[in-house]
């Protein structure tokens, strides 16, 4: 069998004592910051991984993050329903493992509840809104948190989030470019950073175009939203001849309203979303999405909390990822190409 790499193991390799090696690899003491990163890559080579129920017993640290999705009474979802969300989870489970901690993840119903019941040593917040329970009782509890989004009322917080205003652009730029002059924007009422970012841009950018603001609220996030507020749109006497759906499920009700009305896309309605996915790609047409990377945001804000949990130094404290425009033919009409 193979034999388990223990901090003895590390230490000998690396020619330090065992109590550098431990404050080298939980952050603390005061050593040279390459003596700690040598130490955690001899560490990293040899396949140590810490023992959790020693670090407990030792240090008072239970090895859990806790992860929660932030969420208003109207907009209610089931954490699977969105394939952003689940491929930022895999990744931040994944990266949470790579360096020692277990990710639990907090029932999207009951999020407060559920926190109670993990002893967390950090707490992970997706989508953060203003006046979050989850977040006072963390709080509360002297719990680092690091959110994917930013916490409106709370400048100094530590997030990792996508450039939206920027991301927003790069897809109206688009639109125009292949014709569109009326585009409607289609969002929930939200006070999430991501759409207040978007509102933002979206109107940012019909300023400098000297284009006329058209926005359709949607009363959820679902096909069914994205359907009743873009049919209240079609139906105007002069409907939009572009709609950008801030999710991709809202921009999958667009296709289906369009479908209802006899609109055809992409030759008299142009349809581009945020954030891709299967259904997505697999939409009829295909839908022209703005990529978020939330893989990459699962690993910069577990590796961000981790940082925090356990003393080292961050900087910065908010970091953006960068956004990608998939072209398809919702907005083409022709083979699918991305840059």
């Known amino acids: 069998m193979r034999q388990r790499i223990g901090i003895k193991e590390v230490a000998a390799a690396a020619g330090v004592s065992t109590t550098t090696v431990s404050h080298a690899l ?28 020693a670090r407990k017993l ?21 954490l699977g329903d969105f394939d952003y969300f689940a491929s930022l989870i895999r990744e931040a489970t994944t990266a949470a493992l790579d360096r020692g901690y277990a990710l639990a993840i907090a029932p999207a119903a009951a999020a407060e ?18 006046d979050d329970a989850s ?20 400048g100094d917080g530590y997030w990792v989030d996508n450039d939206h ?20 924007l ?9 759409i207040v970012d978007v509102r933002a841009g979206y109107a940012g950018w019909c300023a400098a175009h000297d284009c006329e603001e058209i926005v359709g609220i949607a009363p959820d996030v679902t096909e069914q939203g994205g359907f ?22 809202l921009a999958i009700g667009v296709l289906l309203a369009a479908a209802a009305a006899d609109v055809d896309v992409p030759g008299d309605l142009r349809v581009a979303a945020c954030t891709d996915s299967v259904a997505a790609q697999t939409a009829r047409p295909p839908l022209t999405t ?50």
């Open 26 to 53: 939980s952050g603390k003491g005061r050593l040279p910051e390459g003596t700690r990163a040598r130490v955690r890559e001899v560490a990293e080579q040899l396949g140590y991984r810490p023992n959790v129920s």
């Open 58 to 78: 030792g240090g008072g640290s239970t090895g859990l993050l806790a992860l929660a999705v932030s969420q208003v009474e109207d907009l209610t979802f089931q």
């Open 113 to 130: 509840d559920a926190l109670h019941k993990i002893p967390a040593d950090g707490a992970l917040v997706v989508d953060p809104v203003p």
């Open 135 to 154: 977040i006072a009782y963390l709080r509360g509890q002297g719990v680092p948190i690091v959110t994917t989004g930013r916490l409106l009322d709370d």
């Open 165 to 184: 205003a920027a991301g927003v652009g790069r897809v109206l730029d688009h639109l125009h470019a292949v014709g569109a002059r009326r585009i409607a």
């Open 186 to 194: 289609v969002a929930p009422r939200s006070f999430a950073s991501y």
């Open 228 to 249: 009743a507020a873009s049919s209240a749109l079609l139906s105007d006497p002069d409907p939009p001849d572009a709609i950008y759906a801030v999710l991709d499920r």
């Open 290 to 339: 703005l990529g978020l990377n939330p893989e990459q945001i699962g690993r910069e804000a577990i590796g961000l909390l981790i940082d925090l949990v356990e003393g080292l130094p961050v900087s910065p404290g908010h970091r953006l990822v960068p956004t990608t425009l998939i072209e398809r033919e919702s907005t083409l009409g022709s083979p699918a190409r991305a840059r």
